[in-house]
């Protein structure tokens, strides 16, 4: 959504676009990281991202040929990821899922949500081959953040499907969404510079007491909002790195 300056959307749609961004988002995610083929062939693209994609394709085989000493693993990567589509169509009635969501509101969430979700669920399946072959493309720094960005979809069905999609039906969200990036910048701060150069695997107690301060940060800044708990979304991304880091041993 493009607004003038300082104009804004009207409460309740502020909470529908939410509602469909982080939906739709899920879905959009899904399938965009895994038919970077596909779309490469498409004639809606424009240059620019034609030459985005072919870019990173070509990094993406370099660092193939680099780890693995031949073509074959970046080959299976893009065979598995044009199949993908295809996965995903065959556990994901698409079409049905889009007409749907348009219409979703209070009165229907509790047939939407349950039908969709294990919809969903089941769809996050036909990535593992693709992400079992970019893994092997992968140094070991590299291979934590692909880790960190796939633990969060599972993170983000649960999160959105959870008690029938009640995050994005609660009341007077809307303010506390504008400021939801502030918060995270303000608190992403206390991480030191330091601590931004370790490898997450490498961290330590330092390194994981500025992780934590940055969780009670906007979980402090947070407190006051009565929409959806704010808390809940940054730990789609707290989480994960969290999970690749030794954090829960100090």
């Known amino acids: 959504l493009k607004l003038a300056k300082n104009q804004r959307l009207?409460?309740?749609?502020?909470i529908m676009a939410f509602r469909k961004i982080l939906l739709v988002a899920l879905v959009g995610g899904l399938i965009s990281v895994s038919t970077a083929r596909v779309i490469?062939?498409?004639e809606s693209k424009s240059s620019e991202?034609?030459?985005e994609l072919t870019e990173f394709l070509g990094?993406?085989?370099?660092?193939?040929?680099k780890m693995t000493g031949s073509n074959e693993t970046y080959e299976m990567m893009v065979l598995h990821a044009a199949l993908v589509p295809l996965c995903i169509i065959s556990k994901l009635d698409i079409e049905s899922f889009s007409t749907d969501l348009d219409n979703l509101d209070e009165t229907n969430r509790t047939e939407f949500f349950p039908k969709y979700c294990p919809q969903l669920h089941d769809s996050l399946s036909c990535l593992e081959p693709v992400t079992a072959e970019l893994r092997k493309c992968l140094d070991p720094e590299?291979?934590?953040?692909?880790?960190?960005?796939?633990?969060?979809?599972?993170?983000?069905?649960?999160?959105?499907c959870k008690d029938n999609g009640q995050i994005f039906f609660m009341d007077d969200s809307s303010k506390c969404l504008d400021k939801f990036a502030g918060y995270v910048k303000k608190c992403a701060a206390k991480v030191s510079k330091?601590?931004?150069a370790v490898d997450l695997s490498n961290y330590g107690p330092k390194q994981c007491?500025?992780?934590a301060e940055v969780r009670e940060c906007f979980e402090q800044k947070t407190a006051g909002c009565k929409g959806p708990r704010l808390t809940d979304i940054f730990d789609l991304f707290y989480r994960p790195i969290l999970k690749a880091t030794p954090c829960k041993s100090h």
């Open 194 to 196: 330091t601590t931004e």
């Open 59 to 65: 990094e993406v085989e370099s660092s193939c040929r």
């Open 209 to 211: 007491n500025e992780l």
């Open 49 to 51: 991202e034609s030459g």
């Open 40 to 42: 490469e062939n498409t």
């Open 142 to 160: 590299e291979v934590e953040v692909l880790d960190v960005i796939v633990n969060m979809l599972p993170e983000g069905l649960n999160l959105a």
């Open 10 to 14: 009207p409460h309740r749609e502020t």
